[in-house]
């Protein structure tokens, strides 16, 4: 094709049926600007030259390309590269153009502050649609619409593996008669977990809020002991009488193994604040002891042997130093 034709052809591609130059000021754009690369890549510079006065918005469109093929003395090699670099930033020129109807930004205002507004908004909503998946085994729960009520002492799990095979991080202990808020609860279908044990389909999936996980891990390290029971020295705590250390206010002889240590007389428990006044709505009104009750943080984990079914307590470090109990 000559020169004269290639020219004429784009004109009449670019400036539509009728054909003839548009000297008018409109916005209209002549050729899609994301297509625009492919045309000038057909052309050559002169070509290029003869369609700015075509019309008035294709000389707009085409002038900073036609002066990037002109610098680069219309080698195809050369001013390629720096025309698809302009035609990016174009379209994202284009793109922040338009940022403010869909922020609804004022026309003129900064775009920086739009997208800022935009990204924002876009941050508040993840936070409130940001859910935590846990499972718990569902014989435990009674479901309630909006949310599931523990049975009994029981766990939520990361998986569902057998509560005993998780380290304290995996799992939160959740006490009879906690109503727990979920989002959504569904049947365990990952391949991985249906292979663990053949209680897993008794298990279920559990999504909820991340501020009801942090709540419930902040009160993990929570014991629960009965006052009279033990001489308060400040931060320390001298067992009085053979009594527990229970993970709720109910009675001991309600509770499985795993909810409390056996705490043997003379023992000393060090703990990180004072004892507290039991606060916890669903334990204050267990039974009508449960104002002798204390709520304590420990200082460092609890170091215990297990004697049958339950843990007793040895004390508080390192762990090499504690002696075996002997075996029955």
Same mark, same amino acid.
């Given at each position: 094709?000559? =020169?004269?034709?290639?020219?004429?052809?784009?004109?009449?591609?670019?400036?539509?049926?009728?054909?003839?130059?548009?000297?008018?000021?409109?916005?209209?754009?002549?050729?899609? &600007?994301?297509?625009?690369?492919?045309?000038? !890549?057909?052309?050559?510079?002169?070509?290029?030259?003869?369609?700015?006065?075509?019309?008035?918005?294709?000389?707009? *469109?085409?002038?900073?390309?036609?002066?990037?093929?002109?610098?680069?003395?219309?080698?195809?090699? @050369?001013?390629?590269?720096?025309? &698809?670099? *302009?035609?990016?930033?174009?379209?994202?020129?284009?793109?922040? !153009? %338009?940022?403010?109807?869909?922020?609804? !930004? $004022?026309?003129?205002?900064?775009?920086?502050?739009?997208?800022?507004?935009? /990204?924002?908004?876009?941050?508040?909503?993840?936070?409130?649609?940001?859910? #935590?998946?846990?499972?718990?085994?569902?014989?435990?729960?009674?479901?309630?619409?909006?949310?599931?009520?523990?049975?009994?002492?029981?766990?939520? @799990?990361?998986?569902?593996?057998?509560?005993?095979?998780?380290?304290?991080? &995996?799992?939160?202990?959740?006490?009879? !008669?906690?109503?727990?808020?979920?989002? *959504?609860?569904?049947?365990?279908?990952?391949?991985?977990?249906?292979?663990?044990? #053949?209680?897993?389909?008794?298990?279920?999936?559990? /999504?909820?809020?991340?501020?009801?996980? $942090?709540?419930? #891990?902040? %009160?993990?390290?929570?014991?629960?002991?009965?006052?009279?029971?033990? =001489?308060?020295?400040?931060?320390?705590? +001298?067992?009085?009488?053979?009594?527990?250390?229970?993970?709720?206010?109910?009675?001991?002889?309600?509770?499985?193994?795993?909810?409390? +240590?056996?705490?043997?007389?003379?023992?000393? +428990?060090?703990?990180?604040?004072?004892?507290?006044?039991?606060? #916890?709505?669903? =334990?204050?009104?267990?039974?009508?002891?449960?104002?002798?009750?204390?709520?304590?943080?420990?200082?460092?984990?609890?170091?215990?042997? @297990?004697?049958?079914?339950?843990? +007793?307590?040895?004390?508080?470090?390192?762990?090499?130093?504690?002696?075996?109990?002997?075996?029955?």
């Amino acid at each position: 094709m000559s =020169e004269v034709a290639e020219t004429s052809a784009a004109a009449a591609a670019c400036t539509g049926p009728a054909g003839g130059p548009d000297r008018s000021s409109g916005t209209s754009v002549p050729w899609p &600007q994301e297509d625009m690369v492919r045309l000038l !890549g057909l052309l050559q510079v002169s070509s290029v030259g003869c369609l700015l006065a075509a019309s008035t918005a294709l000389s707009r *469109q085409l002038q900073a390309p036609a002066a990037t093929m002109r610098e680069c003395a219309g080698d195809p090699a @050369k001013y390629m590269q720096a025309l &698809q670099a *302009q035609q990016a930033l174009a379209a994202l020129s284009g793109v922040l !153009g %338009r940022a403010a109807d869909v922020t609804g !930004g $004022r026309p003129g205002a900064p775009v920086s502050a739009s997208w800022q507004s935009a /990204w924002q908004s876009l941050q508040n909503l993840e936070m409130a649609t940001h859910t #935590e998946c846990r499972y718990c085994y569902g014989p435990d729960w009674d479901i309630k619409p909006g949310k599931l009520v523990s049975r009994k002492g029981t766990w939520l @799990k990361v998986n569902t593996r057998f509560s005993w095979e998780l380290t304290d991080t &995996q799992k939160l202990y959740l006490p009879q !008669g906690v109503a727990m808020p979920v989002l *959504q609860i569904g049947r365990v279908t990952d391949p991985v977990e249906l292979k663990r044990h #053949e209680w897993v389909a008794q298990h279920l999936r559990v /999504w909820m809020k991340p501020a009801i996980v $942090r709540t419930l #891990e902040a %009160r993990q390290g929570a014991w629960f002991v009965y006052y009279p029971h033990f =001489e308060d020295k400040g931060l320390l705590l +001298i067992a009085l009488a053979d009594t527990w250390m229970k993970r709720t206010t109910q009675m001991s002889g309600e509770l499985e193994p795993f909810e409390m +240590i056996y705490v043997p007389k003379g023992l000393p +428990i060090h703990i990180a604040c004072e004892p507290a006044v039991v606060d #916890e709505e669903w =334990e204050k009104l267990r039974h009508q002891h449960v104002h002798l009750h204390r709520k304590i943080m420990l200082s460092s984990a609890p170091l215990t042997l @297990k004697q049958d079914k339950y843990d +007793i307590f040895v004390g508080q470090g390192d762990r090499r130093l504690i002696p075996e109990l002997p075996k029955k």
